[in-house]
């Protein structure tokens, strides 16, 4: 739920359409992944979420660190911190965590909050950055060169590479890791 809708609008605390639809799943064990926007507006619902079975997910798309420039793309969205804190309930509660930067708007962005989520997130989908053709695109491999998140590049080559175009742009003064 849902690459088409949020599932979590504001009208959800008062609707519960989604809220009807994950008991239904739960009741016949159909496992669910969210992703949403609406961030904490969704833990109320994670022990269903839960009771969907061990694929269940939930999932916060990502835009923007800066909570000015989030309000001004997304109106009716969580703030980033909302959503954060989202993502730590979910994975606290024991449930799948990932986040969504598709379309990337903003590389320092994406570089800041896997800095910051690393810890409670299970995956990233990092998709193109949006628009400006001269920054380069990220992929898992550039994920491995944050150092905090302790995940090896698959391409370690192509990871190098990464690295050397983007360094001085956000990742600093880092090394990519190698499988062991």
């Known amino acids: 739920m849902s690459f088409i809708s949020d599932p979590y609008q504001p009208d959800e605390l008062e609707l519960r359409i989604t809220r009807n639809a994950l008991e239904i799943a739960a009741e016949h064990k159909v496992p669910i992944q969210i992703l949403t926007k609406g961030g904490t507006r969704a ?24 909570k000015a420039w989030a309000a ?7 703030e980033p911190e909302d959503r954060l804190n989202a993502l730590k309930a979910a994975h606290k509660a024991g449930i799948t965590t990932w986040v969504s930067f598709e379309l990337s708007i903003d590389e320092h962005s994406v570089i800041q909050f896997i800095r910051i989520t690393h810890p409670y997130i299970d995956l990233y989908k990092v998709g193109a950055i949006s628009g400006d053709k001269t920054i ?8 491995a060169c944050v150092p905090e998140t302790g995940r090896h ?10 690295h050397a175009e983007v360094s001085d742009k956000c990742l ?3 090394r990519c890791h190698e499988s062991s």
Do not use: H, W, Y
């Not at 001004?72 to 969580?78: D, F, G, M, N, S």
């Not at 590049?153 to 990464?162: D, F, G, I, S």
């Open 43 to 66: 833990v109320p619902d994670f022990p269903l979420l839960a009771a969907t079975g061990k694929q269940a997910a939930f999932a916060c798309t990502l835009t923007v660190c800066d």
């Open 72 to 78: 001004k793309l997304e109106p009716p969205a969580a």
């Open 136 to 143: 380069p695109r990220f992929s898992m491999g550039s994920i």
């Open 172 to 174: 600093g003064n880092t």
């Open 153 to 162: 590049a698959e391409n370690v080559t192509r990871c190098r590479e990464l």
